[in-house]
């Protein structure tokens, strides 16, 4: 009699953004602490494509989002809505399926390589392609679906899936208007790194980056691409009469970190202009002010770090919902147009009741262990297989 005890999980994601990358990431490293037998593979599902479609789907995204991102939320909204009865998820479009069949056939040969007991996908390309294989009957592998905005998408409900994990009350509430039962879904929180599940002390955070600490500090990031008018926004913050500590992170961005290094800062602040970081986590919590793109793993961890959200340019579609969903809950504040982000933001700073508040919200609103979460809850769907006699198998 023999019994296969180790756990087979496979994690799923596309590097469309770098958040689905992110959340992916933040449960494999749950999964590997709650249990460390397992066997647990990440991967990015474009790099089983072929270069024509990556190019098209991946960097395709971007290229919309920097140069028309209002085409880009039309289309969003567009899929959001199908014709078709309320309440009802359409038939699954064989066309595109098929398409993408075509352009990612390694993907589907690593589906068919491995006894996997169970798929967890954060983005809904993969979800769409297990569905459509189940639906066949040529796959059987069950699949949970964690979504990465704080409102869902008609597109992430792609069926069968065993579970789905969502960010707040609310996306919960809209997969369920698209025929997903409440019990199959937790509100989890958006996955993020584990280093965000532990508290940390804002002074011994200042203290370890060598900050000051005297004066309120603004936190401008550029996401891990260092993209958007991080040198605009900069040029803003600087007008601003209000001594400040700021730091620009400018991620994987060199030549934009060359360039604000040049700058000559007025001497009433004090700035510091970063590359890739791995303490964010540290600067996020230091932060009074965070001024960034409302993406849903950035927003996410903002909130566990529980330091204020200063929105600006959310991309049509998932940030504009996500800017709504923290605005409305008191966590944030919108930079409408660059011309008013001095006002703006030294209005906010100078008022030390409102700031409080707003960082209270942004605490009631985190799910600092949302990656927990999502791995306690995929382990527990893991079924023991039951013993095998090799021996009368053979007969």
């Known amino acids: 009699m023999t019994t296969r005890l180790q756990k087979n999980i496979l994690i799923l994601s596309a590097s469309v953004g770098g958040g689905h990358l992110r959340a992916a990431e933040a449960v494999e490293l749950a999964l590997g602490k709650l249990a460390p037998q397992a066997a647990v593979r990440n991967v990015d599902v474009l790099t089983m494509a072929n270069m024509a479609f990556r190019r098209v789907y991946g960097k395709g995204y971007l290229d919309f989002a920097s140069f028309a991102p209002h085409l880009l939320g039309y289309m969003y909204d567009r899929l959001d809505s199908p014709k078709t009865q309320r309440g009802k998820v359409a038939p699954p479009d064989r066309l595109r399926i098929a398409f993408q069949k075509l352009n990612m056939r390694p993907f589907l040969k690593l589906l068919r ?57 609310e996306s919960a509430a809209y997969l369920n208007f698209w025929g997903v039962p409440q019990e199959r879904v937790t509100v989890s929180g958006i996955p993020i790194h584990p280093v965000f599940s532990h508290r940390r002390d804002r002074v011994e955070c200042l203290n370890a980056l060598r900050l000051r600490g005297d ?123 660059l011309a008013t982000l001095p006002y703006k933001l030294s209005t906010l700073l100078n008022d030390p009741h409102r700031l409080t508040r707003l960082k209270y919200n942004a605490r009631r609103l985190a799910h600092p262990r949302a990656a927990f979460t999502v791995a306690d809850k995929v382990l527990s769907m893991i079924k023991p297989e039951m013993p095998t006699d090799r021996k009368r198998s053979r007969t």
């Open 113 to 169: 390589s491995e006894p996997w007991d169970i798929v967890v996908s954060t983005h809904f390309l993969s979800a769409e392609i297990i569905s459509a294989l189940r639906l066949s009957g040529n796959i059987s592998v069950p699949q949970v679906t964690v979504t990465t905005d704080f409102m869902a998408h008609r597109m992430w409900v792609q069926e069968p899936c065993e579970h789905f994990f969502a960010a707040c009350d």
């Open 215 to 337: 004066r309120p500090f603004v936190l401008i990031l550029s996401g891990g691409f260092g993209v958007g008018p991080v040198e605009e926004i900069l040029q803003a913050v600087l007008t601003i009469a209000l001594p400040l500590e700021i730091v620009v992170g400018c991620g994987r961005n060199a030549e934009l970190r060359e360039k604000l290094l040049e700058q000559q800062p007025p001497r009433r602040h004090h700035v510091q202009i970063l590359g890739y970081t791995t303490e964010i986590d540290r600067f996020m919590t230091a932060a009074d002010v965070v001024i960034s793109k409302p993406g849903g793993l950035t927003s996410a961890e903002i909130l566990a770090c529980g330091s204020v959200l200063a929105i600006v340019n959310p991309i049509p579609g998932q940030e504009s919902r996500n800017s709504d969903y923290l605005l409305e809950n008191g966590a944030a504040v919108k930079i409408g147009l």
